[in-house]
């Protein structure tokens, strides 16, 4: 898919350092490439993120060259639920839980991921609302 404009067409959000679609904008670019809510990003170009925090994640989308490929893997919706609700305890305060006991819910699935091409104004940086 080849799109002319810096914008993605997807929003994202932190699930336990992990980055994961949010939103896809109908009609956009993400959407016509296939993107879909609930994928965790496991690639930015030639970049795997599981070792980069969210943050870095979005510096990574908003700085990568154009056109710009992902690589998502959608996330059950249990897996994700259970991901959120253990985040939610750590931002509560009430301590490591699952994850201390080393039972925490992966965002690792299968290696069936899906891969984007996403293209945009080349050499131009996405804006802050990718």
Do not use: W, Y
């Amino acid at each position: 898919v080849i799109i002319e404009r810096e914008m993605l067409g997807l929003t994202v959000e932190n699930v336990l350092e992990r980055t994961v679609v949010r939103t896809v904008l109908a009609g956009g670019p993400a959407k016509k490439a296939g993107a879909k809510v609930g994928s965790l990003i496991v690639k930015v170009g030639n970049i795997e993120t599981k070792n980069l925090t969210h943050f870095e994640t979005i510096d990574e989308l908003r700085q990568s060259q154009r056109p710009l490929q992902l690589v998502l893997r959608q996330i059950s919706d249990e897996a994700l639920r259970s991901a959120r609700e253990e985040m939610g305890r750590l931002i509560r305060g009430s301590g490591f839980g699952r994850i201390m006991d080393g039972d925490a819910p992966s965002l690792t699935p299968p290696p069936d991921g899906t891969t984007l091409d996403v293209e945009a104004q080349a050499g131009r940086p996405a804006p802050s609302g990718t």
